[in-house]
């Protein structure tokens, strides 16, 4: 018991002299804030014990006072309270449902719940324990789902050749790149379901003469496995800030990292990305040549694409500022709100290139002001939609998918531009502490870990050219 730290203890009489009770004051501190904090507590004396025994039960009571407030001052205190983990979970749901920094937070763990109350729903919150919580995440780690693949069985290449087409129009005809149309016409290359079937279909042959079809037991995504595993932490942390159970066994400290397949980044290559840009600046409509120009030339998210605002950009002096998001949930709609992160928040210098679209842009954008008039009057969005609302987060996944299709271009995502930006960036020689900055990364750690197998196969080349500058 730390004597300094029990401010006061006093007495409390009846008029008569009757002692009643004994007032107990504790300094410690809030564990939420780290602030200072007064605990006060009530001994009522009971009646019909001798002055010795008064004592021995006031000590045996302050003992317990300053035992409990030493918890709570350390924010492991536990109230004597028998609260199912499954109704924790969903108040906590609720909670951050309505906050507005924590719609992202709240889609995915909504989704992670399912599978979280599965196995603890009817857990007591002070029941659960490390080796029950390491049962689940080797579960998680483990469970497998039918994933299919399809593979060339026989070359499309003769039926193109028969037929005398030319490759660019089957594959525009197909609603496919170029590139995948190549895929398909290699024995033992692995192409989409969707591949396999346009090329069946536009050909008129049977599906399972050209490909094979195998059924596989796959196991989840490591990512997937994180996700769950972080949404778990979290409703935990919050009944340990509650003081509802005093260790939380969900983190590192007490269970081994989660596993799971690692999916590749889809990227474009040096000659794709060259390919991709050429055709955009190529593009008649400026809204989209914009678009795209910002996820190749600056990496940005799609989220900081859309949530642009006229007074982020810095024309003369050729500068860019990201200050929001603009997100769009299915619980919410779209939503505009600050980025994650203070990183993320930025002001990057654009290539000349990308300046002189801009201004391209801010020509077309300020007619279209004056054309929709009251509907556009208080907008400054670069991207907005004819009833002068910001453009929808999705539409630009839908301009890039029927761009690719369009001009025979591998599919990827927008966030997938953002990778290919960032990857060129390094392939350039622009040193990783600015390419970490420009991307909004907290610092150049994280970037190496996300652009390891890049950076790995850079090294390989860099350590070949070495050998053979020194081979004598």
């Known amino acids: 018991m730390s004597k300094s730290k029990l401010n006061m203890c006093y007495p409390r009489y009846k008029k008569n002299g009757e002692l009643i009770s004994y007032r107990f004051h504790f300094s410690g501190k809030d564990p939420l ?46 109230t004597d309270e028998n609260i199912l983990f499954g109704d924790f979970a969903d108040q906590w749901l609720e909670e951050i449902k309505n906050r507005e920094e924590s719609y992202g937070s709240y889609a995915s763990a909504k989704n992670h719940l399912t599978i979280i109350k599965q196995c603890f729903g009817n857990y007591l919150l002070k029941n659960i324990s490390p080796n029950v919580i390491q049962n689940f995440y080797n579960f998680i780690c483990s469970r497998t789902y039918t994933k299919t693949y399809v593979f060339v069985k026989k070359s499309i290449n003769e039926l193109v050749n028969e037929q005398k087409i030319p490759k660019y129009k089957v594959a525009r005809e197909c609603g496919i790149d170029r590139l995948t149309l190549r895929l398909a016409g290699t024995i033992g290359n692995q192409v989409s379901m969707q591949t396999a079937k346009c090329v069946a279909n536009y050909f008129n042959v049977p599906l399972d003469k050209y490909f094979s079809i195998e059924q596989r037991e796959t196991k989840y995504s490591c990512a997937t496995n994180k996700g769950i595993k972080t949404t778990l932490v979290m409703i935990l942390n919050a009944a340990k800030k509650r003081m509802l159970i005093e260790h939380n066994y969900a983190t590192k400290d007490y269970t081994n990292p989660v596993t799971g397949t690692i999916k590749k980044k889809e990227i474009y290559n040096e000659e794709q990305a060259k390919e991709f840009l050429k055709f955009a600046m190529q593009e008649k409509d400026i809204r989209k040549k914009t678009v795209f120009a910002l996820f190749l030339f600056l990496g940005l998210r799609n989220a900081e694409v859309c949530g642009l605002e006229w007074k982020d950009i810095d024309l003369q002096n050729g500068t860019l500022k990201i200050e929001r998001n603009s997100l769009y949930f299915k619980e919410f709609g779209v939503i505009t709100k600050e980025p994650k992160t203070k990183n993320s928040k930025r002001t990057m210098y654009m290539p000349q290139q990308l300046t002189k679209i801009l201004n391209e842009y801010y020509i077309w954008w300020s007619e279209q002001k004056q054309l929709h008039g009251d509907l556009w009057y208080n907008a400054d969005r670069l991207f907005l939609q004819d009833d002068g609302k910001p453009l929808h987060p999705c539409t630009p996944r839908t301009w890039l998918d029927k761009f690719e299709t369009a001009h025979g271009l591998a599919h990827v995502p927008p966030h997938a531009l953002r990778h290919t930006s960032i990857t060129l960036q390094l392939m350039a020689g622009v040193p990783i502490k600015a390419v970490s900055q420009r991307a909004g990364h907290a610092d150049e750690h994280i970037t190496l870990n996300i652009y390891t197998h890049f950076l790995k196969e850079e090294d390989i080349k860099a350590a070949q050219k070495f050998n053979d500058f020194l081979n004598v």
């Not at 009646?47 to 006031?58: A, G, M, T």
């Open 33 to 78: 804030t780290g602030k200072f904090k007064q605990y006060t507590a009530t001994w009522k004396v009971p009646q019909n014990l001798s002055k010795k025994e008064i004592e021995v039960e006031r000590k045996k009571f302050e003992l317990e006072f300053v035992n409990e407030c030493e918890k709570k001052s350390k924010g492991t205190f536990v």
